[in-house]
């Protein structure tokens, strides 16, 4: 099984992005992950109607398309979805007719050094994925409140009950997108 894991921040010492370092070795060997990222140009029609498609965002596309599923942990941004994750989706999901999140299982998970984690956020990240005709995953929910608490200098985990979960998201959204294959 292919998936590919997504970070919604850019940000070096992003908390998403060691939340899925901390995720990646949590699948077993059947599971192969491709990180791909999402520091593209603001989406413009413009742009994608010209022979010089930016290639950030033909990587990610084709990515998408031969992923069985992907992973997205995204921050939350004004209790709302950050602006790259949304910039990532309307890439992906254009031109009209050439869709790769359709009926793509798609998860969602996102740390916050906020005592809420991404609640909020992961609402809304949800709902927009669902409208471009995304599979998402409503299994386990991770939501990492306190992220700064949970990972020690060298960006690892260590935080046990929060392993724990996301071992079983990660179990979890691998027989979801098992099952969207059957």
């Known amino acids: 099984m292919k998936l590919v894991l997504i970070s919604g921040s850019l940000r ?3 908390h998403n992005t060691k939340t899925l370092n901390a995720l990646e070795p949590l699948f077993d060997a059947t599971v192969t992950c491709t990180r791909v990222s999402i520091d593209l140009p603001l989406y413009n029609e413009d742009l994608e109607n010209t022979d010089d498609l930016p290639t950030s965002v033909t990587t990610l596309r084709d990515a998408i398309s031969e992923a069985d599923g992907v992973i997205i942990c995204s921050p939350e941004y004004n209790y709302a ?3 790259t994750v949304k910039n990532a ?7 009209p007719g050439e869709n790769r999140w359709m009926n793509k299982p798609v998860g969602i998970l996102g740390a916050s050094p906020s005592f809420t984690g991404t609640a909020r956020g992961q609402t809304m990240v949800k709902t927009c994925f669902l409208l471009v005709g995304a599979r998402v995953f409503s299994g386990e929910q ?3 409140a306190e992220a ?5 200098d060298d960006g690892k985990l260590t935080h046990e009950p929060t392993r724990t979960v996301m071992k079983q998201f990660a179990d979890k959204f691998v027989q979801f997108v098992a099952s969207s294959k059957a």
């Not at 989706?89 to 031109?95: A, G, H, N, Q």
């Not at 700064?148 to 020690?152: A, E, G, L, S, Y």
């Open 142 to 144: 991770v939501l990492i």
């Open 148 to 152: 700064h608490q949970r990972f020690d």
């Open 81 to 83: 979805i950050p602006g």
């Open 89 to 95: 989706l309307d890439w992906v999901s254009r031109p």
């Open 12 to 14: 070096k010492a992003s």
